[in-house]
């Protein structure tokens, strides 16, 4: 049995620098988002028999203690680590679940609590999982400190050896998401800088400067996923966002075997990934308004513009210089304003990225509205690794 899955519920907090807020643990972090998205949906939490928790920096069973601020009902908690797709790795299950009739409600809830500065290892005894990745990178690109922004950086690089994009094509990406947050109450940023200033701004790895770069932040995010009969039985199709196709994909062997810096960060697993959800949905590029994608840099936002089909491989920055991924183009890119300056607390960034798409798809996106929205498409990565894309429509559409 296969149930048509939906979306009735979403909340997040708004993402802060890390340590800002004071007296803000994640249990109070998942407070605030779930409350929101139970609010949101209309529904009580003893209505939801299942719970997927992510967060990536915590201790085993954080996901429990996070989920008890929100009721003690002795339905099953998973918690889910999947590193930078953690939140959207949360979705995926809790929309099996409702898809493969285990359960009529579930609830998907992703938080971080961060450190200032550079993601770091949290165990030195065993071996690093990216090692594999690190040192194939390594045999293309002399090895640079903090890995995160060498890896993706030298995938700008490669792309720039092999296609031509310019240092100024991969600054437009961060000029325009630092643009579009400026009416996200929810963002860790709202500034708005010139595209001189992101090129100005202190390099990290060239052709990344310091603007081009996703922040660490603390913040949550959640959704509530319902089954068709659920959402009839509680009126809730005016408000329902169905997930019409949805994949998650992990490391094929051309990761290793293509040789190449894109493929080490990812782009096969994002390309197969949405492959499958085109498939799935009926849906192509061509039929999609909006896309929240994870532009945890800069050069990724890049590449992944290629791995979901907006357009060949190599072409990437024409649609950057062609402003076709803003406001006015053909696609409405990160409106949100991204990871870049929303901020990127690992484990919530997919159920930030979900709700953004679901306020899109009601049309109560205020200031960042899109104009006409009748699909959207959500791409959130982890390296290490796994790719979550999910395409959306309104159930009542």
Known sequence: MTNRTYVVGVGMTKFEKPGRREDWDYPQMAKESG???????????????QAYVGYVYGESTAGQRAIYELGLTGIPIVNVNNNCSTGSTALYLA???????????????????????SLTSTYEDREQPLLKHLLALGELYDFAMPPAPWMFGAAGREHMEKYGTTAEQFAKIGEKNHRHSVNNP???????????????????????????????????????????SFVEKHGLASQAVEIVGQAMTTDFASTFEAKTAAA?????????????????????????????????????????????GLCPEGEGGKLVDGGETTYGGRWVVNPSGGLISKGHPLGATGLAQCAELTWQLRGT???????????ALQHNIGLGGAAVVTAYQRADR
């Open 365 to 375: 996106a205020d200031k960042r509205q899109v104009p006409k929205v009748t699909a």
């Open 186 to 228: 929810y963002a860790q940023f709202q500034d708005e800088y010139t595209l001189q200033e992101i090129l100005d701004s202190r390099e990290v790895y060239a052709p990344l400067t310091k603007l081009q770069c996703s922040p660490t932040s603390d913040g949550s995010g959640a959704a509530i996923l319902a089954s068709e």
């Open 95 to 117: 929309a099996q679940a409702v898809r493969s009739g285990t359960a009529d409600c579930a609830l998907a809830l992703g938080f971080e609590k961060m450190k200032p500065g």
């Open 35 to 49: 409350t929101k998205a139970l609010e949101d949906a209309g529904v009580a939490y003893d209505q939801v028999q």
């Open 264 to 308: 080490l960060v990812g782009y096969d697993m994002s390309k197969q990934a949405a492959l499958q959800v085109y498939e799935q949905s009926g849906l192509g590029p061509d039929d999609v308004q909006v896309i929240e994608l994870h532009d945890c840099f800069s050069a990724n936002e890049l590449l992944t513009y290629e791995a979901l």
